[in-house]
């Protein structure tokens, strides 16, 4: 069964930082490349990282480039998402999962119950 456990969110202010992390089980881990999305409500989930099955090539949109850094530990099959700089436009449930390629915007599995990031201005 294929489970994305993701955990770390919180309230922070603006300016704050927050590492998120996601355990994955029933999926080849190290096969997969890995990707962090993020959606509001009323509004379309967006993807703000992705990585590369072997953690050696990242990719992110302008709206979080240089404040987001997304990490992988394959031996213990978690994706890690450190937000820095963050803004009130950051906030919205953060959720994990794998993805065909760095580039491709579209999920594999089913999502998780994703953690919520909350930044007061």
């Known amino acids: 069964q294929v489970q994305f456990v993701e955990s770390g969110g919180g309230l922070v202010q603006a300016g704050g930082s927050l590492r998120l992390s996601c355990v994955a089980s029933g999926i080849s881990f190290s096969g997969n490349a890995m990707g962090w999305y993020r959606q509001v409500p009323g509004k379309q989930r967006e993807k703000v990282a992705t990585i590369s099955s072997s953690g050696g090539t990242t990719n992110y949109p302008d709206s979080v480039k240089g404040r987001f850094t997304i990490s992988r530990d394959n031996a213990k099959r978690t994706v890690y998402l450190q937000m820095n700089m963050l803004k009130p436009e950051d906030t919205a449930l953060y959720y994990c999962?794998?993805?065909?390629?760095?580039?491709?915007?579209?999920?594999?599995?089913?999502w998780g119950q994703g953690t919520q990031v909350t930044v007061s201005s």
């Open positions: 999962n794998a993805v065909a390629s760095i580039n491709s915007p579209f999920a594999l599995y089913h």
